[in-house]
C-alpha cells in the first residue's frame, strides 16, 4: 500500500490529476495551453490501459532503482567483509603455527586453497611441507604433499611477486620435489633455484629481513660456515639453530642435527 502511494505521488498525474491540474500563470497559463493538459490527462485517466501502462513504467523504474541501490550497497559489504574474513584466517593460521598445531593448521588453510590471496597461499605451501615431515605421513602421502606445497608457492608467487614468503617456500618447496626427479631435473631445478635462494648470501639477506623466520635457515648458515671453515660463526648459527622454538616435526629434527653438529664440533676442539 506504501508503495502504490508513493507510485502514485510520483507520477505527473498523480493526485492532482484526480483534482484536475492547476492553471500555469504567466505566458505559458494560456487557456488553449490548459484545456490541452486537461484534454492529455482526460485520456490517461479516461484509458485505463494507458493508465495501468504508465504505473507500471514508474513502478519498474523505481522498483529498478531500489535494486540498484541494495545491490550496490551488498557489494560495498561484500567486498569489506572479505577482506575481513581473510585478515581473520591468517590470524588464525599464524596462531595454530605458533602453537605447533600442524594437522588443524593443514586442515584449516585446506578449505582455501583456491584464494587467489599470496598470504594464504604461501602459508598453505608451508602448511602441507610441514605435514609432510610429520613422522605418522606415509612416503606416498608425504610426496603429494611436497609437490602440493610447490603448487601453492608457485600460485602465491604469481599473485604477489614481491613477497618475500612466497620467493622463500618456492625455492624451498623445488628443492625438496628435486628429490623424486632425479639427478638431471635436481640440477636445472638449481638454476630456478638460484634466481630465489643463493648460499651464504641469501641466507643472510633472508636474516637481515626476517630474523630467525625458518629454523633450516639457521642450519645452513651454520653448516655453510663449516665448509668454509670459519668456526666461530658456524658454532653461532647452529648454535641458534639448536635453540630455535620447535613448531614443526621439521624444526624438532633440525634442533637435533644442530646439536650433534656442535657436539662433533666441540669433540675436534
Avoid at 557489494?75 to 572479505?82: E, L, Y
Avoid at 602448511?127 to 605418522?136: E, N, T
Avoid at 630465489?196 to 633472508?206: D, K, N, P, S, T
Wanted: hydrophobic fraction near 40%; charged fraction near 25%; glycine fraction near 6%.
Amino acid at each position: 500500500m506504501a508503495l502504490s502511494l508513493r507510485l502514485w505521488r510520483s507520477l505527473p498525474l498523480g493526485r492532482s490529476a484526480a483534482l484536475g491540474p492547476r492553471l500555469p500563470t504567466g505566458a505559458a497559463g494560456s487557456r488553449e495551453q490548459c484545456v490541452l493538459w486537461r484534454l492529455r490527462g482526460a485520456e490517461v485517466i479516461g484509458n485505463p490501459g494507458a493508465f495501468k501502462r504508465s504505473l507500471l513504467f514508474s513502478a519498474l523504474s523505481y522498483l529498478g532503482f531500489e535494486a540498484y541501490q541494495v545491490i550496490s550497497q551488498a557489494a560495498v559489504v561484500h567486498a569489506a567483509a572479505k577482506v575481513f574474513r581473510v585478515e581473520e584466517i591468517l590470524e588464525q593460521a599464524d596462531y595454530l603455527y605458533e602453537s605447533g598445531e600442524t594437522e588443524k593448521l593443514y586442515q584449516l588453510l585446506s578449505q582455501y586453497k583456491e584464494s587467489e590471496d599470496a598470504e594464504l597461499l604461501w602459508r598453505l605451501a608451508r602448511a602441507s611441507r610441514d605435514k609432510a615431515q610429520l613422522s605418522g605421513t606415509s612416503e606416498e602421502e608425504k610426496k603429494l604433499l611436497l609437490y602440493e606445497a610447490l603448487e601453492y608457492a608457485k600460485r602465491a608467487l604469481e599473485k604477489n611477486e614481491s613477497s618475500f614468503a612466497a620467493h622463500k617456500w618456492y625455492a624451498i618447496c623445488i628443492s625438496d620435489v628435486g628429490d623424486y626427479e632425479g639427478i638431471r631435473a635436481k640440477i636445472a631445478n638449481a638454476y630456478v633455484i638460484k634466481e630465489h635462494f643463493e648460499a651464504l648470501g641469501y641466507f643472510h639477506r633472508a636474516e637481515q629481513v626476517d630474523p630467525n623466520f625458518y629454523s633450516k635457515n639457521l642450519l645452513l648458515l651454520g653448516k655453510t660456515y663449516l665448509k668454509l671453515h670459519n668456526k666461530k660463526l658456524a658454532a653461532f648459527w647452529l648454535t641458534k639453530a639448536k635453540d630455535y622454538p620447535a613448531h614443526t616435526e621439521e624444526d624438532k629434527q633440525i634442533q637435533t642435527e644442530a646439536a650433534q653438529l656442535l657436539t662433533g664440533f666441540s669433540d675436534k676442539n
